[in-house]
């Protein structure tokens, strides 16, 4: 099946703004990729117009991702911050009807990084508190014809959704009211069994795949099943793109959230690179 393959503008900077959006597009567009993820990490860092103009020079398809920074939880938070973390999943959904983007992606639950120990019980009360707290948000999604994808991450980065599973179970009723998953190969890898029943699990939910090697780095000559991997998201129907995620060791908030503590390849353009050849071979 042909499917976009873009990759994350975070593979060379962070924050994402107005000043290094048009260049930064320009080179993945030279690079030969289809589309394009674009971070707001902060409402305003940059603007639709200038997207817009740099999309039509470029011919990348757009696709919003956000952060949850400090102080962006929705679950288990003061009513302040969880009030300001929906009107910044606002303005991200607002960004992404602007320019054209499908989705709004990322780990939309508590802020990346928070983990706390908690009983079976204390569970369900805090995915009912999600489904709270997400519903006002997915129902602005899909009045503005944008999925919001929640992304369930390791282990380490949280402790609230790490498996498709418990993501399934949190959302629920929210699932299809412009709630979908996003996935993460470098995540399941890390928490899935098997990421083939995982994906088989998310089925018509899934709304947005991102891939990496199992190291963080450039997809490709790792561990990753990746021939099964593209297998199964044909399976289950998945249209959508293939979207690299990495990042530099260079950008301090991004690199420490996501622990890169190393260079993932010689370059960030090597990277890019590498991993573009690859899932084309695929």
Not at 44 to 62: E, M, N
Not at 198 to 209: I, K
């Amino acid at each position: 099946m042909e499917r976009l393959t873009g990759i994350s503008t975070w593979v060379w900077e962070s924050p994402l703004t107005d000043s290094n959006l048009p260049g930064l597009l320009a080179k993945i567009a030279a690079m030969g990729f289809d589309a394009v993820e674009l971070p707001l990490e902060n409402d305003g860092d940059f603007t639709p117009g200038t997207v817009l103009d740099s999309l039509a020079a470029s011919g990348l398809k757009p696709f919003v991702v956000g952060a949850m920074a400090p102080g962006r939880d929705l679950v288990a938070a003061d009513p302040g911050s969880v009030e300001r973390t929906q009107a910044y999943l606002a303005a991200c959904i607002a960004m992404a009807s602007s320019i054209g983007s499908p989705t709004v992606c990322g780990p939309f639950y508590a802020q990346t990084g928070r983990v706390w120990r908690m009983s079976p019980e204390q569970r369900r009360d805090a995915y009912a508190e999600l489904r709270r707290n997400l519903q006002p948000v997915a129902a602005r999604a899909q009045e503005a014809g944008v999925v919001l994808g929640i992304e369930p991450l390791n282990r380490y980065e949280t402790s609230l959704i790490n498996t498709v599973d418990q993501a399934l179970e949190a959302l629920g009723p929210l699932l299809g009211k412009g709630v979908g998953l996003a996935l993460d190969s470098y995540h399941l890898h890390i928490e899935e069994r098997s990421v083939a029943a995982a994906v088989r699990a998310a089925g018509e939910h899934l709304v947005h795949v991102q891939v990496c090697g199992n190291d963080r780095g450039a997809p490709g000559g790792d561990q990753t099943d990746w021939k099964g991997f593209l297998q199964v998201l044909n399976e289950v129907g998945y249209t959508g793109p293939l979207n690299i995620e990495s990042f530099t060791v260079d950008n301090a908030a991004i690199a420490v959230a996501a622990s890169i503590w190393r260079p993932l390849a010689p370059s960030q353009d090597e990277l890019a690179q590498g991993g573009l050849a690859f899932l084309r071979s695929l």
